[in-house]
């Protein structure tokens, strides 16, 4: 069964850092590109970053771009979001996603989620 | 990055049909066949339902369909459930090889 299972979120003051991770099952995780998009309470969807399946290319939305770090360990089947300088705005439930193949192709298997807060 | 419109609810009785858009600029929707559809019941993480534009993945009932017209993208769902109220969001892949997610549309069965 094709999973994605993410952890490491949790309470963090503002300006701190915090590193979330999504372990991947049921697929060759190396051939497909991975994303991150986020949802604050009670809003919608926003796409954070994305990353090749060889990990050569990243890309990240402006309003994290120079804050936060995607990167992955295929040999562990597992993606990262490094989350630096983290502000209130911030605070959301991270869901890691896989591409269809591509990150340029849609997100078909979406994990549970991990809940971020910033809050003093 | 672009930004998607969506109306903020709509609804529908059982076993109608109710069509959710999303427009975009002319520069995005119009010229990529890149748009998908996510469907998110309360409490649980999206489910994709509708990629480029029309097609849909396994599993997924053929009572979901998408079309696109112009600048605009639609997600029609026919012989509504009870079991497809959820919040709906359009997604599209940009020039700029980033995402844009439209703001979501919640779908009431009445």
């Known amino acids: 069964e094709v999973q994605l299972l993410e952890s490491g979120g949790g309470l963090v003051q503002p300006g701190g850092s915090l590193r979330l991770s999504c372990a991947a099952s049921?697929?060759?995780?190396?051939?497909?590109?991975m994303t991150w998009v986020r949802q604050a309470p009670g809003k919608g969807l926003e796409w954070v970053s994305a990353?090749?399946?060889?990990?050569?290319?990243?890309y990240y939305a402006d309003s994290v771009k120079g804050r936060f770090t995607i990167s992955r360990d295929n040999s562990k089947n597992t993606l990262y979001l490094q989350m630096n300088s983290l502000r209130a705005e911030d605070t959301a439930v991270y869901y890691c996603?896989?591409?269809?193949?591509?990150?340029?192709?849609?997100?078909?298997?979406w994990g549970q989620g991990t809940m971020v807060t910033v809050s003093s | 990055q672009s930004a998607l419109t969506q109306p903020p609810s709509v609804s529908g009785s059982p076993g109608q049909s109710v069509t959710i858009s999303c427009t975009g600029t002319?520069?995005?929707?119009?010229?990529?066949?890149?748009v998908s559809w996510y469907q998110q019941p309360p409490g649980t993480a999206p489910k994709l339902m509708i990629y480029?534009?029309?097609n849909r993945p396994s599993g997924v009932p053929d009572r979901f369909s998408g079309s696109k017209s112009g600048n605009t993208a639609s997600l029609t769902i026919s012989g509504l459930q009870a079991e497809d109220e959820a919040d709906y969001y359009c997604?599209?892949?940009?020039?700029?090889?980033?995402?844009?997610f439209g703001g979501g549309t919640k779908l009431t069965v009445l």
């Open positions: 049921g697929f060759t995780f190396s051939n497909y590109g």
């Open positions: 990353m090749s399946g060889g990990g050569k290319s990243t």
């Open positions: 997604s599209l892949y940009t020039s700029s090889n980033t995402w844009v």
């Open positions: 002319s520069s995005d929707i119009d010229s990529y066949n890149r």
């Open positions: 480029e534009v029309s």
């Open positions: 996603g896989k591409h269809s193949t591509l990150t340029k192709d849609p997100f078909d298997i």
